[in-house]
């Protein structure tokens, strides 16, 4: 069973950075494609960034473009997030994700979070503005 589990939210003011870890256990990670998605209350949970199995290719939200940045390290099972320049609208609850699919960065804006198969309980992120 595969168990990813989330670290580094928190409280941030308006125009800072974090940095998210998701650190992967009882599975293949280099064989997936990894992925952070967000929910903020009422809304649907959205992806904001997804890499492949090597991390050759990413995808990023548009929303975010410019702004984070996704990263894997196989040798450590983890998969990160840094975040800069945070905007009170990006304050939300921040899930890790992992596909079987590796290469889900082609079909990512297509089926979203419908092709992820592991999923972290979260971590909030709060940016005060």
């Known amino acids: 069973q595969v168990q990813l589990v989330e670290s580094g939210g928190g409280l941030v003011q308006a125009g800072g950075s974090l940095r998210l870890s998701c650190a992967a256990s009882g599975g293949s990670f280099s064989t997936y494609a990894m992925g952070w998605f967000r929910q903020s209350p009422g809304k649907e949970r959205d992806v904001v960034a997804v890499i492949n199995w090597n991390g050759g290719s990413t995808f990023y939200a548009d929303s975010v473009k410019g702004r984070f940045t996704i990263s894997r390290d196989n040798a450590k099972n983890t998969v990160y997030l840094q975040m800069n320049s945070l905007k009170p609208e990006d304050t939300a609850v921040y899930y890790c994700?992992?596909?079987?699919?590796?290469?889900?960065?082609?079909?990512?804006?297509?089926?979203?979070?419908?092709?992820?198969?592991?999923w972290g309980k979260g971590t909030l992120v709060t940016v005060s503005s």
């Open positions: 994700a992992a596909s079987v699919n590796r290469d889900y960065t082609s079909v990512v804006k297509q089926f979203g979070k419908d092709g992820m198969h592991y």
